[in-house]
């Protein structure tokens, strides 16, 4: 493509129409990646894409909870640029507020299955091309992994999972930012504090990946 070498550095982030994932995707792009967003809405996803308006951004509709699409994801990425070298897991869905003693198996099954085994999908979909560039992988956990609310027992639950480990291959490194707000969570509260959230978020996946003296580090990262 115009503008852009196979040595460019290529990046997947989940969740890539909103929050997290969407000031990720811009700030890698920034930074001179080439980058694919996913999310389950292509619409969303599009509205991205023509915001940015670069052709090192391109974007394919998945559900990360769904083992097949998520291989698929990681082949369109690897077809579109050649590489890939970092792996954002920015997706996440709350579930219902409810307490746990309300709660159906539905209600765990939706949120455990895109939180949980998305990351899990994405994850090991990745690793054979992540060895071969020796990259990343950054897991998007919540401060609701050690510090869980009443109403949202799968969420915390969900976000649990991350096995930091700065392998000879490729670096794993989770992450457990606080309350950020993004379109998919309804009407943001009052005094709504996650742009600053935001922000040391996506820090901290800069330091993960090696946008940070010393290389690709892996840490159990707090985003307060």
């Avoid at 996913?38 to 559900?63: F, N, S, T, W």
């Avoid at 071969?132 to 050690?146: D, E, F, K, P, Y």
Wanted: proline content about 6%.
């Amino acid at each position: 493509m115009a503008g852009t070498t196979e040595a460019e550095p290529v990046a997947l982030v989940t969740g890539g129409s909103s929050g997290i994932g969407r000031a990720t995707a811009l700030a890698l792009l920034d930074a001179g990646y080439r980058v694919l967003i996913c999310a389950r809405g292509q619409e969303g996803l599009d509205a991205v894409v023509r915001e940015v308006g670069d052709d090192r951004l391109a974007a394919h509709a998945c559900d990360a909870g769904d083992p097949a699409q998520a291989r698929a994801v990681v082949e369109a990425t690897v077809a579109r640029f050649g590489r890939l070298d970092a792996v954002i897991c920015a997706h996440g869905v709350i579930g219902s507020f409810q307490p746990i003693e309300e709660l159906d198996a539905a209600g765990w099954d939706d949120v455990l299955r895109t939180n949980l085994m998305g990351q899990i999908n994405i994850t090991t979909a990745a690793i054979g091309a992540l060895r071969a560039t020796r990259g990343s992988v950054v897991l998007i956990a919540s401060v609701n992994a050690h510090q869980a609310e009443p109403v949202m027992a799968p969420y915390g639950v969900s976000k649990v999972y991350g096995v930091n480990g700065h392998r000879p291959d490729f670096t794993m490194t989770r992450m457990r930012p606080n309350v950020v707000w993004s379109p998919t969570s309804g009407a943001p509260p009052p005094n709504e504090p996650s742009s600053a959230t935001r922000s040391i978020a996506v820090s901290g996946c800069f330091v993960a990946i090696g946008h940070a003296p010393g290389g690709p580090r892996a840490v159990d990262y707090d985003a307060a």
